[in-house]
């Protein structure tokens, strides 16, 4: 079993735009993205005949590409039958998340719009898995929570792009919250119950007085809790902005109002991918936690029922967070799904040659005189 190594380089570009209104403070503003790429080191020297895969990892609410970057060397063949190789694994931070956020800080405005960053993810790897080798290759999107609602939106707005989607407790339904004392307010309307706010709050602090009280705060008092010990000692490693006053205070790159409008929005654009889901075709992984309680069964029985090319995969005692909680088993999974989706793929990766302006113009005359003869339906003559 061969491990694979990568060399990594961290990119910024500009985000996708025109976004939703309110997204940003001023109607200029322009957001930024801060992604790292994962290039295979042994690229040069793999087999002709091996299939080539790139992946994107997408996180959820509240975390970063950093919650990932444990996969990182546990992305393996599962046996040598599989044959295939990962050329390029992307990272992505959210505009209002990790050094996204950083950047965009003062220019994020109330309305983050999932829709807008699955737009982004678009936008990144277009670029990144659409380059000139002569070799196809198989593309991968992996989300977890928002992620996974955002890679179904990616194959909705682009559905030519990605071959596999493995969606980890995606959220798409969510429970909706009483209006009481709010009539007349509309099924798409910002909405989020109180006491499920004011929890939230709780969860996500993002200023300390002190290193002590910030990484206490993270081990015991935050979603990370229960996270795997190397992934949580990442998070914390990353998160941290020491404080500009230069009183030993810390603060996170993630911001907590930036964090809680990511729940509080969820109303406002679910409707869309809803009512586009149908459309999506592509193999679909969907990994549930059997304990997790934060999406209703009514998420999982709506993907279930309406994607065209469903599997479901229960992980037993995982929760929401199973990503973070129990990465060993997650990773362990997204290598079957690849193995098994690489073995029965139709996609060949074998070499594809460059042609000659004129063998590109007779190809192109065969394929059009094939195309017409099964396109052209025969018509009864009239009658005189």
Not at 38 to 46: C, G, K, L, S
Not at 75 to 89: C, F, G, H, N, R
Not at 165 to 189: F, M, N, Q, Y
Not at 204 to 231: L, P, W
Request: charge should be neutral.
């Amino acid at each position: 079993m061969k491990h694979n190594t990568f060399n990594k380089e961290t990119k910024t570009c500009s985000a996708s735009w025109p976004r939703a209104s309110q997204s940003t403070l001023c109607a200029t503003d322009r957001l930024e993205l801060v992604y790292d790429v994962y290039t295979n080191a042994e690229r040069q020297r793999r087999s002709r005949t091996a299939t080539s895969l790139n992946l994107v990892f997408l996180h959820g609410s509240g975390m970063s590409k950093v919650v990932w970057e444990y996969y990182l060397p546990r992305l393996v063949a599962a046996d040598a039958e599989s044959d295939y190789v990962i050329d390029k694994v992307v990272l992505i931070d959210q505009v209002n998340h990790g050094e996204s956020g950083v950047r965009n800080r003062g220019k994020l405005g109330t309305n983050f719009n999932w829709i807008d960053g699955a737009r982004d993810v678009l936008k990144i790897v277009t670029c990144e898995f659409g380059g000139n080798d002569s070799r196809p290759a198989l593309n991968v999107a992996i989300g977890h929570s928002m992620g996974g609602f955002q890679a179904l939106a990616c194959d909705v707005l682009q559905p030519n792009l990605f071959h596999l989607l493995i969606l980890i407790e995606p959220v798409v339904i969510t429970r909706k919250a009483s209006s009481t004392g709010r009539s007349g307010v509309p099924p798409d309307a910002p909405q989020i119950p109180e006491n499920l706010y004011n929890s939230l709050r709780l969860k996500t602090c993002d200023h300390f007085a002190n290193e002590s009280e910030y990484v206490k705060y993270m081990r015991n008092g935050s979603f990370f809790t229960n996270a795997h010990g190397q992934i949580l000692q990442n998070i914390i490693d990353f998160e941290r902005i020491k404080g500009f006053d230069d009183d030993g205070s810390i603060r996170t790159k993630m911001e907590q109002a930036q964090n809680l409008l990511c729940y509080m929005n969820m109303q406002t654009f679910a409707s869309f991918l809803i009512s586009n889901v149908k459309f999506v075709k592509k193999r679909t992984i969907h990994i549930v936690g059997s304990h997790s309680n934060w999406c209703p069964p009514e998420n999982q029985l709506f993907l279930q029922k309406t994607l065209q090319n469903y599997h479901l995969d229960v992980i037993s005692g995982g929760s929401h967070l199973v990503n973070i909680e129990a990465p060993g088993l997650v990773v362990e999974r997204i290598n079957h799904h690849i193995h098994e989706f690489v073995l029965t793929s139709p996609l060949q990766s074998s070499h594809i040659p460059q042609l000659t302006l004129e063998e590109r113009m007779v190809k192109f005359s065969r394929a059009f005189d094939s195309f017409k003869n099964d396109a052209l339906v025969e018509t009864s003559k009239p009658k005189l």
